[in-house]
């Protein structure tokens, strides 16, 4: 049911911009595109949330193409601390309501 | 960002017992809350969606007498796991949201049944 895929890992060194790729062939005209992270036995954490185009705030951007099929997590210059479980969800309009896929499994390296 | 306490943070119970776990939004009022299960190593399992002074919504083969859950207030859903069994043993996790603005994910609840 989950309507997006993405890597299910990747490798980074700290210090290093980090740029994970979703598809979400599927999305719907109400659909928005919210990350998550999540650390091993904790619950997700809201990262970034957008609808078109390119969203950016303290922690990372987001770049959503015109045809909205895919987006990019942008994580600039990361560091250990940033190992963790990275999740694309598009939403039913914005009601939040999601099924998650596999998430992308960042492990950054010293 | 907005707070999402979920209560107790783990519990051990005895198998056939019941237990309650509650989820609260401590800084804004939920439109909706969802409640899902993750086992080791794998991602999250939507188990049902709430909405303040209705029933809850059941995804496929999620059993809701075994999983009651109860949204009093728009502030406050409570997951009740009845008779619960070790393969009821999992981490559950709430979420609160409102329609402008991101879902927010309470900490986790790990339930162990002995």
């Known amino acids: 049911l989950a309507k997006t895929t993405q890597p299910i890992s990747m490798d980074s060194y700290e210090g290093q911009e980090v740029n994970i790729t979703c598809s979400h062939n599927n999305i719907a005209t109400n659909d928005y595109i919210t990350w998550y992270q999540q650390f091993p036995s904790q619950g997700p954490r809201f990262i970034i949330q957008?609808?078109?185009t390119k969203v950016t705030n303290e922690v990372a951007s987001l770049f959503i193409p015109a045809d909205r099929k895919s987006s990019t997590l942008s994580l600039p210059r990361v560091s250990l601390s940033d190992t963790a479980v990275y999740y694309c969800l598009v939403g039913e309009g914005n009601f939040n309501k999601f099924y998650f896929g596999s998430g992308t499994k960042l492990n950054v390296k010293p | 960002g907005a707070v999402v306490s979920q209560h107790p943070s783990w519990v051990i119970c005895k198998s056939g017992t019941s237990v309650k776990i509650e989820c609260r939004s401590l800084d804004f009022q939920a439109t909706t809350m969802f409640w899902y299960r993750q086992f080791p190593k794998q991602s999250l399992m939507l188990m049902a969606t709430s909405n303040e002074g209705s029933k809850a919504t059941y995804e496929q083969g999620v059993e809701k007498d075994k999983f009651l859950i109860n949204h009093a207030s728009l502030t406050l859903s409570t997951l009740t796991v009845t008779s619960a069994h070790p393969e009821d043993s999992s981490f559950y996790i709430c979420s609160a949201s409102t329609r402008t603005a991101p879902a927010f994910f309470g900490q986790g609840t790990r339930l162990t049944v002995v």
């Open positions: 957008g609808y078109k």
